[in-house]
């Protein structure tokens, strides 16, 4: 009975064995699993994150553009006012200053109408 025993034990160490060896596989399968899904949700991650990258500089492109044409058609707008403001200067700039020491060198004091004439 001794020797059924002995292989009746064997037949269960036996069985033991290719039972962790099924779960080893089974383990082993599970964590490449595991890694497998993080590298696609990573993978995923990237690509979204790309697309919205891409949206964000199409709108950014879109909309910088119209602010670089209105700020092109501003200076434009604005050298056409100084050209002419310049243009006005170098005509009339002589006269405007004449005028003006005329007017600061002959002082013409006189009452304002509100002040009442001082009484004697």
């Excluded at 383990?27 to 990237?46: G, L, N, P």
């Excluded at 602010?67 to 434009?76: F, M, P, Q, T, Y």
Aim: charged share 40%; no cysteine.
């Amino acid at each position: 009975m001794s020797a059924q025993n002995s292989a009746g034990i064997q037949t269960l160490l036996d069985a033991e064995r290719e039972a962790q060896k099924i779960v080893q596989k089974a383990r082993e399968y599970r964590t490449k699993r595991v890694k497998d899904a993080r590298s696609e949700a990573q993978k995923e991650i990237d690509d979204y994150r790309k697309q919205k990258d891409d949206e964000f500089k199409k709108f950014e492109t879109e909309h910088t553009s119209g602010n670089k044409r209105a700020e092109a058609d501003a200076s434009k707008d604005a050298e056409g006012q100084l050209s002419t403001i310049k243009d006005a200067g170098s005509k009339s700039g002589s006269k405007v200053v004449d005028d003006l020491l005329r007017l600061a060198t002959d002082v013409k004091p006189e009452v304002p109408d509100r002040v009442a004439a001082p009484a004697a």
